[in-house]
């Protein structure tokens, strides 16, 4: 089992950016495939980016767009996204999962974070 909190949403303005950060605790994390999700108002979870247990694969949501970067520290257990020229639309709830598979859909995550909100004003 793992658990884990997020930290490092807020409120930027367009254009901005800010570094997510989720740190995990339990089991070996290097076991673990991670990925961020975000939820905005009254649309689906949806998958921004994950990072493979050892950080040689990554991947990246269309609309990312080269804005973003995922990481992980082993070592520290925890990942992280940085997340440059922040647009309004990428407002939402974002969350850190963890999974022993490689999926891109939420029920393919077994362990949640609470979320950390990013609002991104005009």
């Known amino acids: 089992q793992v658990q884990l909190v997020e930290s490092g949403g807020g409120l930027v303005q367009a254009g901005g950016s800010l570094r997510l950060s989720c740190a995990a605790s339990?089991?070996?994390?290097?076991?673990?495939?991670m990925r961020w999700f975000r939820q905005a108002p009254g649309k689906e979870r949806e998958s921004v980016a994950g990072i493979s247990g050892s950080g040689s694969r990554t991947y990246y949501a269309n609309f990312v767009e080269g804005r973003f970067t995922i990481s992980r520290d082993n070592i520290k257990n925890t990942l992280y996204l940085q997340m440059n020229s922040l647009k309004p639309e990428d407002t939402a709830v974002y969350y850190c999962?963890?999974?022993?598979?490689?999926?891109?859909?939420?029920?393919?995550?077994?362990?949640w974070g609470q979320g950390t909100q990013v609002t991104v004003s005009s």
């Open positions: 339990g089991r070996s994390f290097s076991d673990y495939v």
């Open positions: 999962a963890a999974g022993t598979a490689w999926g891109s859909t939420p029920s393919a995550y077994d362990y």
